[in-house]
C-alpha cells in the first residue's frame, strides 16, 4: 500500500526508499515482528480464556508431553495477522506473486484453523476429514499456481541444470498444486515440538529470500544459470514478513511454550514456502533446503505403510522427532539438533544455484 502512495506522488524525499525492495522487505520484518511482539500477550490470554482447556494431547504419545495440557493453540493466528499486515503494508499491490502466495498463506490458514477449532471443540486430536481438508488445499493451491504460470510459464527446472528441461503445459499446475499441499502438511506434521517448526521455517524462508531476489534479477539469474522471472523479487517481502512474524511467535513458543502454532500457523507456513518455490521456480531446490519436513513426512509414509502390510514399526513412534524423544533425547535436544540439520540442508539447497 505504501508502495502505491509513494508511486502516486513521485517517490519523494524519504519516500523513495520505498522504491527498493530491499528497504519493503526489511521494513516487512520488523513490521511483522513489531506486531507479533506486542499483540502477543493479549492474544494468548484471549485463546486461553475462550479454548479452556487448550490443544488435546495424545495419550499414546511422549509422556513428557502430558505436562503440556491446557496450553492454548492456534496460535498461528498471531503469525497470520502479523505478516498479512506487513505485507500488505510494503508490497506492491500489482505484484500477481505475491497475491498468489498471499492466498496460499491466508487460505491454508483458514482451513488450519477450521482444523484446530474442530479439535479444541471436540476436545479431540482427529480435526476436520482429512479428504476434505485435502480438496480444500487443493484447490487454493492449484488457483494459486494458475494465477502464478499465466506469467513465469511452465517450464520445468533441476538442480544441477542449466536452463530449463521440459515445458510441462498446463500439467504444471498439478505439479505446483501438489508441491504446495505436500509441503504445508510436511511442516504441519514437523509441528510436534515447541519451536521445532518454527526456526526452520525461518531458515528455509531467508534462503528463498536470496533465491527470490536472484531469479526476480535477470543480469543475476543468466550469470547463474538459473531461471529469471521479472516480479519474482518482490517475493523478498513476504518471505521476510514470514520471518518477522515466526520470531516474533517463538518468543512465546519458546520452552516451556505460552502458546501452540497449530494447524493454523504450520499449514500456512508450508504453503507459503511451498508457493514460493513454484512461484521462483525451485521446487525440486525446495526439497533439499526444506529436506527436515521432508524426512519427517516421509517418516509417517514409511510408518503407515509398513505397518499395514506386516504389523511392524519401522520408527518407535512417527513423524521422527518422536522417535528419537523414545530414544531418550530431549526435547530441547531434539529441537537444537534439527534446528542444525535445517540449516546445513539451506546451505546445501543455496550452493546449487552456483553448481549449474
Not at 500477550?41 to 509422556?63: A, E, H, M, S, T
Not at 482444523?115 to 485435502?134: E, F, M, N, Q, W
Not at 518477522?244 to 518468543?251: E, N, Q, S
Request: net charge positive; with cysteine; proline share 4%.
Amino acid at each position: 500500500m505504501l508502495y502505491l502512495i509513494a508511486e502516486q506522488l513521485g517517490f519523494p524525499g524519504l519516500l523513495n526508499l520505498v522504491r527498493y525492495i530491499s528497504f519493503r522487505a526489511g521494513a516487512a520484518t520488523a513490521t511483522a515482528l513489531a506486531i507479533g511482539l506486542l499483540l502477543g500477550p493479549w492474544f494468548i490470554n484471549y485463546l486461553r480464556v475462550r479454548q479452556g482447556k487448550g490443544q488435546p494431547i495424545r495419550v499414546d504419545g511422549p509422556q513428557t508431553h502430558l505436562a503440556k495440557r491446557g496450553t492454548p493453540t492456534m496460535g498461528g493466528l498471531l503469525i497470520l495477522v502479523s505478516l498479512t499486515i506487513a505485507v500488505l503494508l510494503w508490497m506492491d499491490l500489482t505484484n500477481s506473486y505475491v497475491w498468489a502466495c498471499l492466498l496460499v498463506t491466508i487460505g491454508f490458514g483458514v482451513i488450519g484453523f477450521l482444523d484446530d477449532y474442530d479439535k479444541v471443540k471436540k476436545a479431540h486430536h482427529a480435526g476436520i476429514p482429512g479428504k476434505l481438508r485435502l480438496l480444500l488445499e487443493f484447490v487454493i493451491a492449484g488457483a494459486a499456481t494458475w494465477l502464478m504460470v499465466r506469467v513465469s510459464g511452465t517450464n520445468l527446472y533441476l538442480p544441477f541444470v542449466q536452463g530449463a528441461v521440459l515445458d510441462i503445459g498446463w500439467l504444471y499446475i498439478a505439479f505446483g498444486a501438489f508441491v504446495i499441499v505436500a509441503f504445508g502438511n510436511a511442516v504441519n506434521l514437523t509441528d510436534g515440538l515447541d519451536g521445532l517448526a518454527t526456526m526452520p521455517v525461518v531458515i528455509a524462508a531467508l534462503a528463498f529470500v536470496l533465491i527470490a531476489y536472484l531469479v526476480g534479477n535477470a543480469r543475476f539469474a543468466t550469470y547463474l544459470g538459473i531461471p529469471h522471472v521479472p516480479g519474482v523479487g518482490d517475493l523478498t517481502v513476504l518471505l521476510l514478513a514470514v520471518v518477522g512474524a515466526c520470531l516474533a511467535f517463538l518468543w512465546f513458543n519458546a520452552p516451556p511454550a505460552a502458546v501452540f502454532m497449530g494447524d493454523t500457523g504450520s499449514l500456512a507456513l508450508g504453503g507459503a514456502l511451498g508457493a514460493v518455490a513454484v512461484a521462483t521456480h525451485h521446487e525440486f531446490v525446495l526439497a533439499v533446503i526444506g529436506g527436515l519436513f521432508v524426512v519427517e513426512a516421509l517418516s509417517v509414509i514409511i510408518q503407515v505403510f509398513v505397518y499395514k502390510r506386516t504389523g511392524k514399526r519401522v520408527f518407535l513412534m512417527a513423524p521422527i522427532h518422536h522417535h528419537f524423544e523414545h530414544k531418550g533425547w530431549s526435547e530441547p535436544t531434539v529441537v537444537i539438533r534439527f534446528w542444525i540439520i535445517a540449516f546445513v540442508l539451506a546451505l546445501a539447497g543455496l550452493s546449487t544455484l552456483k553448481l549449474r
